[in-house]
């Protein structure tokens, strides 16, 4: 079983940074493949980012790419998503997600921090 619990949203203006946190606990051995997701009011989840955490090998949204970073930590049991050049259309609550196997299933889900980008 694994927790995964974000943290670091907030408010920024658009074209500022911020920086997401994704701590996780529990059977973090399991995990193999580690992804962002985010979902604005009245839309689907889209899929953000994602990074394999053996190997490190990452994938990105065409939306976010260029723009956004995800990372790992591996000892410290978190994965991060640098996001930087913030638009306003980056506004939704962002979601953690871990999977135990690499094929873009993921069995464990955050709570959601959410992030407003103002114009």
């Known amino acids: 079983q694994v927790q995964l619990v974000e943290s670091g949203g907030g408010l920024v203006q658009a074209g500022g940074s911020l920086r997401l946190s994704c701590a996780a606990s529990g059977r973090t051995f399991s995990l193999y493949t580690m992804g962002w997701f985010r979902q604005a009011p009245g839309k689907e989840r889209e899929f953000v980012a994602r990074?394999?955490?053996?190997?490190?090998?990452?994938t990105y949204a065409d939306s976010v790419k260029g723009r956004f970073t995800i990372s790992s930590d591996n000892a410290k049991n978190t994965v991060y998503l640098q996001m930087n050049s913030l638009k306003p259309e980056d506004t939704a609550v962002y979601y953690c997600a871990g999977g135990v196997t690499g094929t873009g299933i993921y069995d464990y889900w955050g709570q959601g921090t959410q992030v407003t980008v103002s114009s």
């Open positions: 990074i394999n955490r053996s190997g490190g090998s990452t």
